[in-house]
T-cell receptor, first 117, second 113 residues
Framework: DTGVSQDPRHKITKRGQNVTFRCDPI?????LYWYRQTLGQGPEFLTY????????KSRLLSDRFSAERPKGSFSTLEIQRTEQGDSAMYLC???????????????FGSGTQLSVL | GQQVMQIPQYQHVQEGEDFTTYCNSS?????IQWYKQRPGGHPVFLIQ?????EVKKQKRLTFQFGEAKKNSSLHITATQTTDVGTYFC?????????????FGTGTLLAVQP
């Protein structure tokens, strides 16, 4: 296993279309995170999973966004009815988890660059 | 909600000069992590600080966690062109109900050879 994989690397879509991204975390990692990053900004938290359970979703996240991690392995992030403001790099990260009050380091994938025309 | 700010947003230095970026959180943190993102790349973990007043060194990089656990700094001595990239701090809110890392706004470092 060489790290966190994301697919596709790039996605161009028209406004109003639905898109789905996939993330394959490092195999022994329990936690999986989705972040969004726009140019010149830090990664913005979207949601995260502990195994198959979605533990938190950002309050800033529209209902058009949904994520799943059905078997506690890979995850998908779907955006329905895309808008131009959704254009960003979508980053997936995984970690071993949270132990004794300390957050394990995140391993990021290369991201999916979404462009909404 | 929790906010993590970094200054400066951008720094341009001559190779060999020192560089420092500062990270400030609106809330007390249980720990703080630092990541580096090369141009066109993804964030890569550098280090984690846990204790109040903690100082850690990695070769030319020195990381510090404030006594109140609300701020941190990264200092690079004698920058090299390989140091180019954006440096992010990421904090975990102390006593928070959830365990997500909140990333700072980042400092972009440019190094002129």
């Amino acid at each position: 296993d060489t790290g966190v994989s994301q697919d596709p690397r790039h996605k161009i879509t028209k406004r109003g279309q639905n898109v789905t991204f996939r993330c394959d975390p490092i195999s022994e990692h329990n936690r999986l995170y989705w972040y969004r990053q726009t140019l010149g900004q830090g990664p913005e938290f979207l949601t995260y999973f502990q195994n198959e359970a979605q533990l938190e979703k950002s309050r800033l996240l529209s209902d058009r966004f949904s994520a799943e991690r059905p078997k506690g392995s890979f995850s998908t992030l779907e955006i329905q009815r895309t808008e131009q403001g959704d254009s960003a790099m979508y980053l997936c990260a995984s970690s071993l988890g949270y132990f004794a009050g300390f957050q394990e380091k995140l391993f990021f994938g290369s991201g999916t660059q979404l462009s909404v025309l | 909600g929790q906010q993590v700010m970094q200054i400066p947003q951008y720094q341009h230095v001559q190779e060999g000069e020192d560089f420092t970026t500062y990270c400030n959180s609106s809330t007390t943190l249980s720990n703080i992590q630092w990541y580096k993102q090369r141009p066109g790349g993804h964030p890569v973990f550098l280090i984690q600080l846990v204790k109040s007043g903690e100082v850690k060194k990695q070769k030319r990089l020195t990381f510090q966690f404030g006594e109140a656990k609300k701020n941190s700094s990264l200092h690079i001595t004698a920058t090299q062109t390989t140091d180019v990239g954006t440096y992010f701090c990421a904090g975990l809110n102390r006593g928070g109900a959830t365990n997500k890392l909140i990333f700072g706004t980042g400092t972009l470092l440019a190094v002129q050879p």
